[in-house]
């Protein structure tokens, strides 16, 4: 089993929808949840940050921590062609310095005109 | 204000060669991790290193596979006697110095082919 399970998609939704990304875990070390935005052949951009369960909100994307079901959610509101793109969920292990990501596998989005 | 770099961003060798991987950090930071992504995979962690120092190298596969950040210059990502298995994309990431989060920085890959 992956430390970190997240569907491929793709998902395809009409501009202006709202779309829910979803990503389990099952080490319940992770302290540190993170989403990432990857354009075709370019690296991954941070887009939200979050460590404590809850909601955090920037602009039209929401993040979603549940830590007591290990699952995370990032919410894309009024969706738009530009964020047809690769999302991946990553998350880390606080161990007082900087720690490695463990990533999952990325939900590819594509939103249509 | 430069971002992570990293070169060549395409690399092509046939089996057997030498494959070097540079990463230049963004200015001021000096924690450095290397990931690589294989076709339709998540990004694997590989390693992290400071300045002169290999901090966690768990993801490395045991031979072939090298990693430095000296003092001065970029951090290097040597892969040696490549094979066709190696073609991925391998992206390097940066933090500040001092953090204790964990939002790293990416820079944009080196794809590499292993004809």
């Known amino acids: 089993q992956k430390e970190v399970e997240q569907d491929p998609g793709p998902l395809s939704v009409p501009e202006g929808a709202i779309v829910s990304l979803n990503c389990t875990y099952s080490?319940?070390?992770?302290?540190?949840f993170m989403w990432y935005r990857q354009y075709s052949r370019k690296g991954p951009e941070l887009l939200m940050y979050?460590?404590?369960?809850g909601n955090k909100e920037d602009g039209r994307f929401t993040a979603q921590v549940d830590k007591s079901s290990k699952y995370i959610s990032l919410f894309i509101r009024d969706s738009q062609p530009s964020d047809s793109a690769t999302y991946l969920c990553?998350?880390?292990?606080?161990?007082?310095?900087?720690?490695?990501?463990?990533f999952g596998t990325g939900t590819r989005l594509q939103v249509t005109l | 204000n430069a971002g992570v770099m990293q070169n060549p961003r395409h690399l092509v060798r046939r089996r057997g060669q030498e494959a070097r991987l540079r990463c230049s950090p963004m200015k001021g930071h000096s924690h450095v991790y290397w990931y690589r992504q294989l076709p339709e995979e998540g990004l694997k962690f590989m390693v992290y290193l400071q300045k002169e120092n290999i901090i966690d190298e768990s993801g490395m596969p045991k031979e072939r596979f090298s990693a430095e950040f000296p003092k001065e210059g970029p951090s290097i990502l040597r892969i040696q006697q490549v094979v066709r298995g190696d073609s991925a994309a391998y992206f390097c990431?940066?933090?500040?110095?001092?953090?204790?989060?964990?939002?790293?920085?990416f820079g944009p890959g080196t794809r590499l082919t292993v004809l």
């Open positions: 080490n319940s070390a992770f302290q540190y």
């Open positions: 990553a998350m880390s292990i606080n161990t007082g310095t900087a720690s490695k990501l463990t």
């Open positions: 979050t460590y404590s369960s």
């Open positions: 990431a940066s933090l500040p110095r001092g953090t204790t989060t964990d939002t790293q920085y």
